[in-house]
């Protein structure tokens, strides 16, 4: 539970209900159209990405900066 509330995870079962909740999930998500779940997921993701891209550049910036 307190992995679903610090959002790690979406929810939690028992785990003697485990095996038909995957499924359920797993046929949900067979029907998604790939293409939109996929540009969803890249928009998401984004910010995130942009970001720790300019992390990266400002750690390699300081790393020559400190070799030279």
Known sequence: E??????FLDY???????LT????????MAKLVRESHVATKRRVRETVLKEMRRAIEADIE???TRLT
Do not use: H, S, Y
């Open 2 to 7: 307190q992995a679903v509330d610090a959002g």
């Open 62 to 64: 300081e790393w020559n």
């Open 21 to 28: 909740a995957a499924r359920e999930k797993a046929q949900a």
């Open 12 to 18: 939690v079962v028992p785990a003697t209900e485990l």
